[in-house]
């Protein structure tokens, strides 16, 4: 099983970044995918999750209108679009996959750095 996320970097204020994290070494549509974040010396919170085989969304009150996850199953892919970043979202972020009594599995994590 892998979960490898991609699109981090550095951007300024108010800038977009599109992160993907690409599955495998599972039935990726049958999971539901998540997006998770960590900055320093805070705890991991949930940002945004989408269901299995894909519709339905639900988001942190923090990103709701600014941030849009989504899946391509053909790709076993899914994205985290983040529009109008702002410093106090510089994290690392986390791709989960979960599936109740099937497995529970996560990325590396990629960083996400929000500064001018």
């Known amino acids: 099983v892998q979960l490898v996320e991609s699109g981090g970097g550095l951007v300024q204020p108010g800038g977009s970044l599109r992160l993907s994290c690409a599955a495998s070494?599972?039935?990726?549509?049958?999971?539901?995918m998540k997006w998770y974040r960590q900055a320093p010396g805070k705890e991991r919170e949930l940002v945004a999750t989408?269901?299995?085989?894909?519709?339905?969304?639900n988001y942190a009150d923090s990103v709701k209108g600014r941030f849009t996850i989504s899946r391509d199953n053909a790709k076993n892919t899914v994205y985290l679009q983040m529009n109008s970043l702002k410093p106090e979202e510089t994290a690392v972020y986390y791709c989960?996959?979960?599936?109740?009594?099937?497995?529970?599995?996560w990325g590396q994590g990629t960083q996400v750095t929000v500064s001018s």
């Open positions: 989960n996959a979960f599936r109740m009594f099937a497995g529970n599995y």
């Open positions: 070494g599972f039935t990726f549509s049958s999971y539901v």
């Open positions: 989408i269901g299995s085989p894909g519709g339905s969304t």
